[in-house]
Structures are given as structure tokens and as C-alpha cells.
């Protein structure tokens, strides 16, 4: 055929190509003209409101046919109250060419800039401020039942988005005032769907039982990624949660009570997790990477991973795994059960078998400053329980690497809810502290030794027995059996009065051992103590006389003692020191008369050195 055969067909496609270019040129120059833009604003606006009973403002509203979208600039909607509900400083609107000409609206994609909106719901009966529009939207037009309305605008109205951008966003919801500086979603061609947001943060006042706390939530940068073979992907960085009671930290000048306190927190964390299934009511996790770190308390989380499956009513933990530090700890399975009101119960957990290796120094800054030197690893396997209020530690087992300490035991913490009225309450069912263990472990505090020789002298230590914590006070009981003999003890640990008071018995000890004194064999007796810990007190006594030795009294009542051959019984004695003198007198009462032996001492570590004067004492005798 010949080539001019083909230029008629050609130019006419050309000129009709040129005509339809023209006349989307002339449609679009018109929709834009001044008058006519006034008009589409206009009739938008009339549109709107016919809808909803309130005020709506557009200051202008550019559509170009050529880049398929559509912009609406400075738009105002106010609630029923009259308040500016929405404020949009633009919002751009892409879609579909083709479509229009069947009577279509198909939307592609939008960006939304400098939006700001006002949320208010009073309560959970009363509707929120923007409940009209949705009721307004629902009710279709005059004449149209509900059904044939929502039907027309599906055929009409049809969303494919493939990209949405937001910048500048400020949303307040009653107390919260959330703020985003970017947004966007993107759909790619191989299927792959992203989400990110960027700089975000929300603030709002919290109302505690200390009164009003300010809090503070954020993030670095979200991003969440859905892939084409249904793989889910959550990324967070630089998530920041913040609380302020605008009061001084609970433990302000408290150097033993660390800094935790949940009215002064200061957390940054990151997090990756593996969304295996998500719905309304389940969903199906795991946590792949998570770290967190305080920076007024100094809790340093390093890596938490674990897999989650949970709905409204359970939750089923696997693999949990949590590294602080040096200390790693490790769940392989855990339930909880939710509160649910509708069958009357309440929050439980269970824990089979926790496992880890703990190093005390990474809890000593939030919780315990003494332990700051505590470096020697601790093996730990227990089974954990508990509720809302109520915490319980079974088959607790606790032991160095050297195996030379190993502690079985059981506990429960009660009245969680009460900082007041908690109390953990430990069964030691049984304890071991071999030789070289013992000073080990007192050398990890930072506090001055006493009696250390005679705790050398106890050999290996084998304790059964319990300890209550309670407000401001800790109470110690059990019997210990040593080298030299066995032990029974209790005492308590006044923290506010700052007194360490107890008795101690037995009726085997051999003292001249634990002491270092020849000839003197095994004693029975009881000793109630009395002994002043408080660093104020203890400061003032030093600073006048020295001292190295504790400040407090004994009295002590002895059933029998042995002295070489001889057994000594019925003695009474008593011990006052004032920290850089102890004295005290032992009675031995006859019918009559008493031997008395009065004695001094200045150091514990050097007994032998014990100064020792004898007398008598003539007895009133009964008429």
C-alpha cells in the first residue's frame, strides 16, 4: 500500500488528539477563571452544607484535568458547638481520567498539609463532636433509602490509592494534643504496601493518686511494610515516653532507695516486630529486636525478643527473651489471662520455667544502689505466678557458677496495689554458703566489715528458715548449722526508727572457736540485741570518740558454758557500746553471791587482746 494511504488516517487521529489536548486546556482554563472558580467554591460549599448543619468554608478549589487532581485550599468545617472542628491549610485530591466519562469517581491518592483538628468526646455516652458528619453521610439523600444510597455511591465513588502524603498535622483529642510532622503511605507495583511516619508525639495529662502527671509519647520514625505474600513488617525508632509529677523524685536524698519512680521517667526505645496475623479481636506477633534505656533511672534493656498470640481474653508467650546488661533471662512459655468482667474474673499469669543468669549490679541503680559491685553471676530457675495483686515464686532454685552457694526456696508478694501494705515473704527451704563464698559476697557491698573473722571461723553454713518484707521493715528468721555449732535467730530491720533488734540461741556453739579463745568450750544461752544503724547517729558518735566497733547492746542469759573442765551456768551478762568501746560485765549468781567478770573491748579482730577483770558480789539476802 502506499505510504500516502496512511497520512489521511494520521493526521485526522492528529488533529482529534490536538482537539481533545485543546479542549481539556479550555475546560481546565475555564473550571479555573475566576467567576467560575467563585461559583465551584460556591455550589462545594452549598453541597456541603446541605448536608451537615454547621458552617463549611473553601477558599479556593483548583481542579486540572491533566494531571488528574483535584486542590482545596484553606478549608474550614466547624462542629455543632461552633468550634473550628477541621482546618486544612491544602489538601490534593489524584484520580482517575477515564472514569469520569461513565460517571465515575475513582481516587488514586492525596496530600494533606497543615491539618488541624479539634476531637472532643465528653464521655463514653455522650457522642463525639464529629458524630454528625458520620450520621450526616449515613442518612444518603432525600427520598433514598439507606441501602440504595450506600449502594449508588459505591458505583459512583471508588477509592484505589496507590499514595497518600501528610505534613503538618496537629490533632487534639480532649486532653491529647497529638502532632505529626510527615506521613505517607505508597503502594508499589509489585504489590508491596508502606507506611511511614516521622517526628511524631502526643502530650497529655494523666491524673494519678499523687495528683496531675504531664506525659509525653514519641517516635523517631514508624515504619510499617505489608509485602506482597502477605508478610507484615513493624519498624520503630526513637520511641520516647516521658513522665513528669512536677515533684521531686520519690527518692530524692535517699542514696539506698535508687531512682525508680514512675511520676519522673525519661524512656527511649526501638522495636522490630513480625506481624504474623492481625484482626480485630487477635492477634499473632513476634518481636524480633526490642531495646529501651532510662536516662534518670539508668534501666538499660538490650535486646527483648519474643512471640506473641493473644485476643481479648488470653495471652500465650513463647521464646521470651530478655538481656539487661550482662544479665539474661529466659521464658519458654507464659499464659496470661485477661480481666473479664462478664465472667467475673480477673488478671492471672503463669510462668513454668524462667531461667537466667542475673548480675545484681544491673538493678542497682533504679532499685538498690548497694548492690552497684555485685558482679558475681547468679544462676536462677524458678516457676512464676501471680494476679493483679499478688505475685508467687515456686521452686525457686539460686546458686553461683562454683556451686559453693545454692539457695531452694519459696515466696509471695501481696497488696501489689499498696506500697504501704506489700509484703514478700520468703520459705528458705534450704541454703549453703561454703568456705570462701561467704566474704566473697559480703565484699560485693560497700559497707564496713565486723566479725569478719568470726564468720570465717562458722565454716560452711547451712540455713533453713524465712524473711518477711515489709513498709519500712524486714524481719529474718531460721536456725543455721555451722562448724561450730547450730544457730537459731530473729531479728528485724527498723527502717524508719533505724534499729537492729533480735535474739539469738543455741546450746552447742563452741566459742572458743568462733572467738579464738583457749579453753572456752560450748555454750548455752540467749541473747537479745539492740543495735543502732542509723548513719546520722553513727556519724555524730564517730566524729566524737571514733571507733570501729557497731553502737547497741546486748543482754545475754547463759543456761551453761564450759571452761576447760569446768561448766559455769546461771550467768547473766550484759554489753553496752558506744562504737569505740564496748563493755560489759558477766554475773554468775550463787545463793549469795556473785562472781562478777567485767570486760572491755575495742575491736572485734583482735578478741584475744579482750581485757578481763573479776570480782564479787555479795547478793541481798532474804529475810
Given amino acids: 500500500m502506499n505510504k500516502s494511504a496512511y497520512k489521511k488516517p494520521l493526521k485526522i487521529a492528529g488533529y482529534t488528539l490536538a482537539a481533545f489536548v485543546g479542549l481539556l486546556l479550555i475546560v481546565t482554563l475555564i473550571i479555573n477563571f475566576g467567576p467560575v472558580q467563585s461559583k465551584i467554591v460556591r455550589k462545594a460549599t452549598e453541597a456541603l452544607q446541605e448536608r451537615i448543619p454547621t458552617k463549611v468554608h473553601i477558599d479556593k478549589i483548583q481542579i486540572n484535568l491533566f494531571s488528574q487532581a483535584v486542590s482545596l485550599h484553606d478549608v474550614e468545617v466547624e462542629d455543632l458547638q461552633h468550634r473550628k472542628m477541621l482546618q486544612l491549610d491544602e489538601v490534593n485530591a489524584d484520580f482517575k481520567f477515564l472514569p469520569l466519562f461513565r460517571g465515575k469517581i475513582v481516587l488514586k491518592g492525596g496530600e494533606a498539609n497543615g491539618l488541624k483538628a479539634l476531637i472532643v468526646k465528653p464521655s463514653k455516652e455522650e457522642p463525639a463532636n464529629y458524630q454528625f458528619l458520620i450520621d450526616a453521610f449515613k442518612k444518603g439523600n432525600k427520598g433514598e433509602t439507606k441501602k440504595k444510597a450506600k449502594k449508588d455511591s459505591v458505583k459512583r465513588f471508588t477509592v484505589d490509592l496507590s499514595h497518600i502524603k501528610l505534613s503538618d498535622i496537629n490533632v487534639k483529642y480532649n486532653d491529647y494534643d497529638i502532632q505529626l510532622e510527615r506521613g505517607s503511605y505508597t503502594k508499589e507495583f509489585n504489590g508491596n504496601h508502606f507506611v511511614i511516619l516521622q517526628n511524631g508525639q502526643a502530650k497529655w495529662d494523666a491524673t494519678t493518686k499523687k495528683g496531675r502527671e504531664a506525659r509525653t509519647a514519641g517516635i523517631g520514625i514508624l515504619t510499617a511494610v505489608l509485602t506482597d505474600t502477605g508478610e507484615k513488617l513493624l519498624t520503630l525508632r526513637g520511641f520516647k515516653y516521658q513522665t513528669n509529677n512536677h515533684k521531686p523524685r520519690k527518692n530524692a536524698h535517699k542514696p539506698k532507695r535508687g531512682f525508680f519512680d514512675m511520676g519522673h521517667l525519661d524512656i527511649t526505645a526501638d522495636l522490630k516486630v513480625s506481624l504474623n496475623h492481625i484482626s480485630k479481636d487477635s492477634i499473632n506477633a513476634t518481636i524480633t529486636k526490642g531495646s529501651a534505656y532510662d536516662s534518670i533511672m539508668g534501666m538499660d534493656l538490650k535486646d527483648l525478643r519474643f512471640n506473641i498470640a493473644a485476643n481479648k481474653r488470653q495471652a500465650h508467650i513463647t521464646a521470651l527473651s530478655v538481656l ?142 524465712s524473711f518477711d518484707i515489709l513498709w519500712k521493715k524486714e524481719i529474718f528468721r531460721g536456725r543455721l548449722n555451722t562448724e561450730v555449732g547450730n544457730i537459731n535467730f530473729e ?126 558480789k555479795f547478793r541481798e539476802m532474804a529475810h
Fill in 324 to 465: 539487661q546488661k550482662s544479665t539474661s533471662i529466659r521464658v519458654p512459655e507464659a499464659d496470661i489471662n485477661f480481666p473479664d468482667k462478664e465472667r467475673g474474673s480477673g488478671l492471672t499469669y503463669v510462668a513454668k520455667n524462667v531461667t537466667g543468669k542475673a548480675f545484681l549490679t544491673d538493678i542497682s541503680r533504679p532499685f538498690a544502689p548497694v548492690l552497684s559491685n555485685f558482679k558475681i553471676p547468679l544462676i536462677l530457675n524458678l516457676r512464676l505466678t501471680g494476679t493483679a495483686n499478688t505475685m508467687e515464686f515456686r521452686n525457686v532454685r539460686v546458686y553461683t557458677e562454683d556451686r559453693k552457694f545454692v539457695c531452694a526456696s519459696t515466696g509471695v508478694m501481696r497488696n501489689m496495689n499498696d506500697a504501704q501494705k506489700l509484703t514478700l515473704h520468703f520459705e528458705v527451704i534450704d541454703m549453703v554458703a561454703k568456705p570462701g563464698i561467704k566474704d566473697k559476697i559480703i565484699n560485693q557491698f560497700p559497707v564496713k566489715k565486723f566479725m569478719m573473722r568470726q564468720l570465717y571461723a562458722l565454716g560452711t553454713i547451712r540455713y533453713h528458715g
Fill in 491 to 616: 531479728f528485724g530491720i527498723d527502717n524508719s526508727e533505724k534499729y537492729l533488734t533480735g535474739t539469738v540461741s543455741t546450746n552447742d556453739v563452741i566459742m572458743g572457736k568462733l572467738f579464738e579463745i583457749k579453753n572456752l568450750g560450748a555454750i548455752d544461752c540467749k541473747a537479745d540485741f539492740n543495735i543502732d544503724i542509723s548513719k546520722l547517729r553513727t556519724l555524730k558518735m564517730r566524729q566524737q570518740k571514733g571507733g570501729k566497733l557497731p553502737i547497741g547492746s546486748v543482754t545475754a542469759q547463759i543456761n551453761d558454758c564450759v571452761y576447760k573442765t569446768s561448766h559455769f551456768r546461771n550467768l547473766y551478762a550484759t554489753i553496752n557500746s558506744d562504737g569505740a568501746m564496748a563493755e560489759g560485765n558477766a554475773e554468775l549468781r550463787g545463793k549469795h553471791t556473785a562472781l562478777v567478770v567485767n570486760f572491755s573491748l575495742t575491736n572485734t579482730e583482735q578478741m584475744s587482746k579482750i581485757k578481763i577483770k573479776p570480782g564479787l
